[in-house]
């Protein structure tokens, strides 16, 4: 019994101490921040941006990934935009839909693919540089609006259930 206190104090300690580690802690540099290239496959970005890690969700790498993207785009929103604009389709992607605004959205598909380009204006303070949302995600999930889904018919002879 006097080694309960103890105990009690060193695992209390022990919890203390993992509370403060950081998730991803032990792993290497190279398989948590991975450049745009190994992350994003051939979706380029323009030159110079920096992926925001902490606000991103990308699933899969190379050409197989999906996910949200988020990124500093060391540019201003005219040179964002150009850059997608000028640029996606000479990489093979047909531009669906641009709209230019306060915050741009382009919206352009690839095979299988749709990606969405939104473009918000950076803060003037922080130097002023757009900041870039990149959505990407298969063309035709097969997504039913509970809207139209169709209510079973019901079978001949069986009277219906009231809720």
Request: proline share 7%; aromatic share 6%; glycine share 8%.
């Amino acid at each position: 019994m006097r080694f309960f206190p103890a105990v009690v104090m060193t695992l209390l300690l022990t919890l203390v101490a993992c509370a403060n580690v950081p998730m991803g802690a032990g792993r290497t540099a190279s398989s948590v921040d991975m450049s745009g290239t190994d992350l994003l496959g051939q979706t380029q970005l323009p030159p110079g941006a920096r992926i925001l890690h902490e606000q991103s969700l990308v699933i899969g790498t190379g050409e197989n990934w999906v996910g949200r993207v988020v990124m500093d785009s060391a540019r201003d929103t005219t040179s964002a935009y150009s850059y997608f604009l000028d640029n996606y389709p000479s990489l093979g992607w047909t531009l669906l839909s641009a709209v230019r605004a306060k915050s741009s959205v382009l919206v352009f598909n690839k095979g299988e693919r749709n990606v969405t380009i939104e473009i918000q204006e950076g803060n003037p303070l922080s130097g002023g540089a757009a900041l870039v949302i990149l959505t990407l995600a298969p063309r035709s999930a097969n997504v039913v609006s509970p809207a139209l889904a169709k209510k079973p018919a019901p079978v001949e002879g069986t009277v219906p259930s009231k809720p």
